[in-house]
């Protein structure tokens, strides 16, 4: 009948499950904090609809040049040591992605029916730039 010891140590196998979870669930909270709280969410969101806001209103034959300064500031006190991966632009699937954390990126699809050529990210002083040239796309 006394069987306290016993019932105390397997009502701690019945929490278990429930901490395992808890502490996962933090873990994701703190790496969506601090994407928040480091400003690189915010500013990959700016620039990736920037970027499609102005392929969007291009021609073709333009030429666009963009300062990227202040994004790859971000990235860089992110640790986002790879300068090609911070901004990419997907003319199969129309879409412009922008990485500034380590983890993740924030994309944003164009509807301009146009081709993105020499995008490259020009890293210079006293500002990096982002170029592209904007051409018709070739139907098949």
């Not at 019945?14 to 873990?27: D, G, K, N, Q, W």
């Not at 002083?125 to 982002?130: A, C, G, Q």
């Given at each position: 009948m006394n069987k306290?010891?016993?019932s105390?140590?397997?009502?701690?196998?019945?929490?278990i499950p429930y901490l395992v979870i808890l502490a996962a669930f933090m873990i994701l909270l703190y790496f969506?904090?601090?994407?928040?709280?480091?400003?690189?969410?915010?500013?990959?969101?700016?620039?990736?609809?920037?970027?499609?806001?102005?392929i969007n209103l291009a021609e073709p034959g333009d030429v666009i040049e963009l300062n990227v300064h202040k994004g790859t500031e971000i990235?860089?006190?992110?640790k986002v040591t790879a300068y090609s991966d911070l901004f990419r632009i997907?003319?199969?699937?129309?879409?412009?992605?922008?990485r500034f954390f380590e983890q993740g990126r924030?994309?944003?699809?164009?509807f301009n029916d146009v081709f993105i050529d020499n995008w490259r990210l020009e890293l210079g002083i006293p500002e990096n730039v982002l170029y592209f040239e904007v051409k018709e796309r070739v139907k098949k």
């Amino acid at each position: 009948m006394n069987k306290r010891g016993e019932s105390e140590f397997s009502l701690l196998y019945v929490y278990i499950p429930y901490l395992v979870i808890l502490a996962a669930f933090m873990i994701l909270l703190y790496f969506s904090i601090g994407h928040y709280l480091s400003g690189a969410a915010v500013s990959e969101d700016y620039y990736a609809k920037e970027i499609v806001k102005v392929i969007n209103l291009a021609e073709p034959g333009d030429v666009i040049e963009l300062n990227v300064h202040k994004g790859t500031e971000i990235a860089l006190k992110n640790k986002v040591t790879a300068y090609s991966d911070l901004f990419r632009i997907d003319n199969k699937n129309k879409e412009v992605c922008v990485r500034f954390f380590e983890q993740g990126r924030t994309c944003y699809s164009f509807f301009n029916d146009v081709f993105i050529d020499n995008w490259r990210l020009e890293l210079g002083i006293p500002e990096n730039v982002l170029y592209f040239e904007v051409k018709e796309r070739v139907k098949k």
